[in-house]
């Protein structure tokens, strides 16, 4: 039977690993721990956090248990591993603040019931326990500077005479290794993973395994993820996109999934969805036969955005990228519509102008701008080029009342086939 390691291995997501052969035996026990930290850098995780948080909920479904470990002490230190310049630190109750808001998202991704169910945990609550004498003492006498500064992610702030490391990001893998020993002697965990910047670190923790309890270890690094552009992934115009809802909506993530490049849907479903080998399999073959389906972009959409944001906000996300390229309107909101349609021009007006005998579609397309004219109105709404709502109106004489509403207080109106204009009713 496949194990973790075959999983990711077809996925692509597999970097490297330590010793597979030991880790594949450690694999094939029942429930074993498997950890991967998170740092609390911002209040809310983004797409380009996923390699990590999708492979942990594989481990899950090959009957790992999942350690999601909140980085609220390392997070006081900060990160060097892949930075070229020392991190701003972070004020604790911002730290905090940052964890709570991370942890709630994480939790949609894992189960919590049953022999497997996710553990959380917070390395705030053994980290500010430990003094300085026993850092020094019970850690530090373990790890080797020369090792140390062996490291790529040191070796690199080494070289650089404009930027150097201090101290303090220095010492960072030091308190990493000391929670996966805190991890193992808590739940006698012996498995990490992380990003493909984490090596250094990851092996960092074995080697303090193995020194003070003369146990194997091991740790697998995922790939570093990139777009077909070398762009990294999970970022539009240079803005990440938020898992957080508040953040970044649902529609939005759906467009930016729905966007993706040619070069890149079959890759992404491979990483970012539990899709079996054959559906991906299938769908390759579609996306190569018709690119211009973009069918491929279409379940990466829905996969990912249904699993981030749930079934209904998917749907959601779905029916107002329909509307926005022809679709119904009926079933959005005044904020879907508005969202949908945020960058048209658009213009407010008197609710009052609907009720009564209503408003003229020639006088309404002239004050949103859609037509310069009575006159160019009456040719547009006549050579069937005019529509209300996404649907077509030809008769020159058409007055609207509330009845013509798509939300409550929102009309879309359209000129041919991309050109919109957004009424709000006040």
């Not at 036969?289 to 829905?302: D, G, N, S, Y």
Request: charged share 25%.
């Amino acid at each position: 039977m496949p194990d973790l390691i075959d999983e990711l291995s077809w996925r692509g997501l597999l970097n490297q690993c330590t010793d597979e052969e030991g880790l594949r035996t450690y694999l094939r026990e029942k429930g074993a721990p498997v950890y991967c930290g998170f740092d609390p850098t911002a209040s809310s995780l983004h797409l380009g956090n996923l390699v990590p948080i999708v492979a942990l909920a594989h481990a899950q479904r090959h009957g790992l248990t999942p350690i999601v470990l909140m980085g609220g002490g390392t997070g006081m230190i900060g990160d060097p591993s892949g930075r070229d310049s020392e991190r701003t630190l972070m004020e604790t109750d911002q730290i905090e603040a940052n964890v709570a808001a991370q942890q709630v998202q994480l939790r949609r991704f894992f189960a919590d019931h049953g022999d497997n169910a996710v553990i959380f945990r917070n390395n705030v609550q053994w980290i500010e326990a430990l003094t300085c004498v026993e850092l020094l003492r019970d850690v530090g006498k373990h790890f080797s500077v020369n090792a140390m500064i062996a490291k790529d992610s040191v070796k690199r702030r080494l070289d650089s005479r404009e930027q150097g490391i201090s101290y303090t990001e220095f010492s960072y893998m030091v308190l990493q290794a000391f929670d996966f020993l805190t991890l193992y002697e808590t739940h006698k965990c012996r498995f990490q993973l992380g990003g493909s910047d984490q090596w250094g670190n990851i092996t960092a923790g074995i080697d303090l395994l193995r020194r003070t309890h003369a146990v194997e270890a091991y740790g697998l690094t995922l790939s570093l993820l990139t777009t077909a552009t070398g762009e990294k992934f999970g970022k539009s115009a240079g803005n990440a996109i938020w898992l957080d809802a508040d953040m970044t909506s649902p529609f939005a993530m759906y467009q930016h999934l729905i966007r993706t490049d040619d070069r890149d849907a079959v890759r992404f479903l491979r990483y970012f969805t539990f899709l079996s080998q054959a559906e991906v399999e299938a769908l390759a073959g579609a996306h190569e036969a018709k690119p211009e389906a973009r069918e491929a972009q279409r379940v990466l959409a829905r996969e990912l955005t249904a699993w981030i944001h749930g079934p209904d906000e998917m749907g959601k996300a779905e029916r107002a990228t329909e509307a926005l390229y022809g679709g119904s309107l009926t079933e959005l909101s005044d904020a879907d519509l508005r969202e949908v349609f945020a960058d048209v021009p658009s213009v407010e007006m008197p609710l009052g102008h609907l009720t009564g005998e209503g408003l003229a579609l020639v006088d309404l397309l002239v004050e949103a701008g859609v037509a310069a004219s009575k006159s160019a109105a009456r040719r547009l709404i006549g050579s069937g080029g005019a529509y209300v709502n996404n649907e077509r109106v030809g008769d020159v004489a058409a007055v609207l009342g509330e009845q013509a509403l798509a939300g409550r207080r929102t009309l879309v109106l359209r000129s041919g086939k991309r050109d919109y204009a957004l009424v709000r009713f006040v």
